[in-house]
């Protein structure tokens, strides 16, 4: 039995729908009512909450208490699943690149542009896929959302499109503009 770690901060993965003010909101998590709907055999997920916000909301102390559970889970080294809101979402990636060296397993961020439980939510794909991705991916930090992998370093949100895109990284490691090239 293969044991992943899943930490949840919020986001909009985790967004519920307030009738009373028609918008939507962090109140509670939800992650553990999708997982149990998932089949997983051969894994044990271990979940552990830190936050529940949105991701805008969060700061670095926020994202050092992302690193800091990060690090404990490390200390019984398996893979590493995180959801998060997406427009902070590369920024607490590249903190997680910067600051945790010799990873023995990969840690993998993901999140939802829809909540779960909503129409055409992505977040039960994305929390799926992201699931798989970090018990076959090598040692790293990586996004994986919308059938897609990107190394943390190399990877943007298009706010434009609702969709990341690969980022060239520039020799010295700073991102520079996203160059999108299309698949064939």
Excluded: C, W
């Amino acid at each position: 039995m293969q044991t992943l770690y899943l930490i949840t901060t919020g986001g909009t993965i985790e967004k519920v729908y307030l009738e009373r003010t028609g918008s939507v909101a962090n109140l509670g998590r939800k992650i553990d009512k999708y997982l149990a709907k998932l089949r997983l055999p051969g894994l044990t997920v271990k979940t552990a909450n830190i936050m529940n916000k949105d991701s805008l909301e969060m700061n670095a102390a926020d994202r050092e208490s992302v690193l800091r559970m990060v690090e404990q889970k490390l200390k019984h080294p398996a893979p590493v699943v995180i959801t998060h809101g997406t427009d902070t979402l590369v920024e607490t990636g590249l903190l997680l690149k910067k600051r945790l060296k010799h990873l023995k397993f990969p840690v993998v961020l993901t999140g939802a542009m829809t909540p779960l439980g909503f129409e055409k939510s992505d977040g039960l794909q994305n929390l799926t896929e992201s699931l798989l991705a970090a018990r076959l991916l090598p040692p790293g930090v990586y996004l994986v959302i919308h059938s897609q992998v990107f190394p943390i370093d190399r990877v943007r949100k298009d706010r434009k499109h609702s969709r990341f895109v690969r980022a060239a990284v520039r020799n010295n490691g700073a991102r520079k503009k996203a160059v999108v090239t299309p698949r064939p």
